[in-house]
């Protein structure tokens, strides 16, 4: 009996201790789950941690060269709100050169695509063995699909803006350019970074849904067709340049300025040749005979003079050992008008003679044009004048020789003696004619600015006027004429000008400047002159007629040839 109960005693305390030996074993085999478990967690979420935050780098902060993430700018549109230049969307190549397996391989694939990579320097970038560098910006989708397409280990693409200007060059020389990193660098682009579009980039606040265009007063219409005209005006007279402005003269708006040759701002590889200078703000030009308007207007506005006025022109004039002769001189007494239609050097200097050295240096700097001009552009060029005026710079300078200024001040102060003689700075942004007002200058009378209309007028209509080749029916156009020797080796060369036409529409009342310049021009034929009557003015004469119904002028034809000759017998 005692051994049987002993026996199951036995039992029971095996089974439990069988049993405490199963739970401990059970105990420690699912804690190594469970820490296993957690060690594998927490590997993973180490790895995702790391990769998350690598995600959310720049790619600058891996020591590798600048990359910075091009900022937004805004478009520029013209005042009728046709977009002259925005931004889109561009992938640029970079590597990763640790990442990089094979250098010769890759750099080898890579040309397939870009043969125009710098071998050598592509080369040394991929065995850098640094974290982050650019082979290309700003490629083409095609570009970007087939270098996808090879494959390449340590190779990707960053999205980045790029500027682009939908006209191409037709306003190359007004919008001007941006760098790799879409900064303004020249032209209005420039000018609106330094207005506060760099600060905003700088501090990452220039983004696209907040930038508004920003409108220029420029028409590409008629942008279109000065761009049209001056460079069938550089082949058909064999130039070396040609260039146009269009001004309002009642607001200083500039409604469109071009030059050739000019650029392409998509593809900029020549805008930093010297031939591709915007030659209607940083050109310097002595402008000829054009100068002859300020001149008389100079005369006239000081009291001494009228219309009525006669100067002695029937023979040459000596100074020291300068002798100022007329090109096609009459050989007598000329009235005022006659001085100015036949553009007489010898009256235009004893024009000057009447106001005086210190008078006529005075005059010219009240009228804008011996200052560095005001406006956007930054590209504007300062005028040069001789160091000491004195009397034999006075004369030259009557019939533009002796000083140098750029054709767009030509133009602005040719405004100003057409819109009854205020001086408006030159803008590039809409300006209404009641702002223009507020910051002009009064520079000459109003009798000054209606005796200049009629004369403007009359060497249009007049015979022997040399702006008849400018005249457009219907469009009272009036202008001058200017033919300038240019300089080579020191000498004035007989061979070798500079032509200009200065003129104005419609002439009973004023509202725009439109003024061309030719660069060292040929004969359109053989036989023919190859003076501003014969180039400029047809140039000014096909702006207007295919300008004028765009802004706005209605052509009238009852007020044809009003402007008679006074001449003197």
């Known amino acids: 009996m005692i051994g049987r109960w002993r026996k199951k005693k036995a039992e029971r305390d095996s089974s439990i201790v069988v049993e405490g030996a199963r739970k401990a074993t059970g105990g420690r085999a699912k804690n190594r789950v469970l820490m296993t478990m957690a060690a594998f967690f927490g590997i993973y979420s180490i790895i995702g941690g790391r990769l998350v935050y690598l995600g959310m780098q720049n790619p600058d902060d891996s020591g590798g060269p600048a990359s910075r993430v091009t900022a937004s700018r805004p478009d520029i549109v013209d005042r009728n709100g046709e977009v002259l230049a925005t931004d889109i969307k561009t992938a640029s190549l970079f590597a990763e050169p640790r990442r990089i397996v094979d250098a010769d391989e890759a750099l080898e694939k890579i040309s397939s695509v870009l043969p125009d990579l710098d071998y050598e320097q592509t080369y040394n970038k991929l065995k850098?063995?640094?974290?982050?560098?650019?082979?290309?910006?700003?490629?083409?989708?095609?570009?970007?699909?087939?270098?996808?397409?090879?494959?390449?280990?340590?190779?990707?693409?960053?999205?980045?803006?790029?500027?682009?200007?939908?006209?191409?060059?037709?306003?190359?020389?007004?919008?001007?350019?941006?760098?790799?990193?879409?900064?303004?660098?020249?032209?209005?682009?420039?000018?609106?970074?330094?207005?506060?579009?760099?600060?905003?980039?700088?501090?990452?606040?220039?983004?696209?849904?907040?930038?508004?265009?920003?409108?220029?007063?420029?028409?590409?219409?008629?942008?279109?067709?000065?761009?049209?005209?001056?460079?069938?005006?550089?082949?058909?007279?064999?130039?070396?340049?040609?260039?146009?402005?269009?001004?309002?003269?009642?607001?200083?708006?500039?409604?469109?300025?071009?030059?050739?040759?000019?650029?392409?701002?998509?593809?900029?590889?020549?805008?930093?040749?010297?031939?591709?200078?915007?030659?209607?703000?940083?050109?310097?030009?002595?402008?000829?005979?054009?100068?002859?308007?300020?001149?008389?207007?100079?005369?006239?506005?000081?009291?001494?003079?009228?219309?009525?006025?006669?100067?002695?022109?029937?023979?040459?004039?000596?100074?020291?050992?300068?002798?100022?002769?007329?090109?096609?001189?009459?050989?007598?007494?000329?009235?005022?008008?006659?001085?100015?239609?036949?553009?007489?050097?010898?009256?235009?200097?004893?024009?000057?003679?009447?106001?005086?050295?210190?008078?006529?240096?005075?005059?010219?700097?009240?009228?804008?044009?011996?200052?560095?001009?005001?406006?956007?552009?930054?590209?504007?060029?300062r005028p040069t004048e001789p160091k000491v005026w004195k009397k034999v710079h006075s004369i030259t300078a009557a019939f533009g020789h002796g000083f140098s200024t750029t054709p767009m001040q030509t133009a602005v102060g040719a405004a100003a003696l057409m819109n009854g003689g205020y001086l408006m700075s030159p803008t590039f942004l809409p300006r209404t004619a009641e702002e223009a007002l507020a910051g002009a200058t009064k520079v000459v009378e109003n009798k000054t600015s209606a005796d200049m209309r009629y004369l403007y007028l009359l060497n249009a209509t007049a015979p022997g006027g040399s702006g008849k080749r400018a005249t457009v029916p219907g469009y009272r156009v009036g202008g001058k004429t200017g033919t300038a020797e240019k300089v080579v080796n020191g000498r004035y060369s007989s061979t070798v000008r500079f032509n200009a036409f200065v003129a104005s529409f419609p002439m009973d009342d004023p509202q725009y400047i439109v003024l061309s310049i030719v660069d060292e021009p040929k004969p359109e034929k053989p036989g023919l002159p190859a003076t501003a009557g014969m180039n400029a003015a047809p140039i000014v004469a096909n702006i207007i007629r295919r300008s004028a119904s765009l802004l706005g002028v209605k052509p009238e034809f009852s007020q044809e040839n009003e402007a008679t000759l006074v001449s003197y017998q």
Do not use: C
């Open 128 to 381: 850098s063995g640094t974290g982050f560098v650019w082979l290309k910006r700003q490629l083409s989708p095609k570009q970007q699909n087939d270098i996808m397409q090879l494959g390449i280990p340590g190779i990707g693409f960053r999205t980045e803006k790029r500027r682009f200007y939908p006209g191409g060059p037709t306003a190359s020389q007004i919008l001007g350019l941006v760098n790799i990193d879409n900064q303004g660098i020249a032209g209005i682009e420039k000018y609106i970074d330094s207005q506060g579009l760099a600060d905003l980039q700088a501090s990452g606040l220039a983004t696209e849904r907040d930038l508004q265009p920003v409108k220029l007063s420029i028409d590409l219409r008629v942008q279109h067709i000065v761009r049209d005209e001056i460079s069938a005006a550089l082949t058909r007279y064999h130039a070396i340049a040609a260039g146009a402005v269009v001004l309002n003269v009642k607001t200083g708006e500039v409604l469109a300025m071009a030059s050739v040759p000019d650029f392409d701002p998509n593809n900029p590889y020549n805008a930093q040749d010297k031939d591709r200078l915007n030659r209607m703000t940083g050109g310097l030009y002595e402008m000829g005979s054009t100068i002859k308007s300020f001149t008389t207007a100079m005369a006239l506005d000081s009291g001494k003079v009228t219309l009525d006025s006669k100067f002695d022109a029937s023979r040459p004039i000596t100074i020291g050992r300068q002798t100022i002769r007329d090109f096609h001189g009459k050989g007598r007494v000329l009235t005022v008008p006659e001085v100015f239609i036949y553009s007489s050097n010898i009256g235009s200097a004893r024009e000057a003679d009447v106001v005086g050295v210190e008078g006529h240096r005075e005059f010219l700097k009240r009228l804008g044009l011996l200052d560095r001009m005001s406006t956007e552009l930054p590209e504007v060029a």
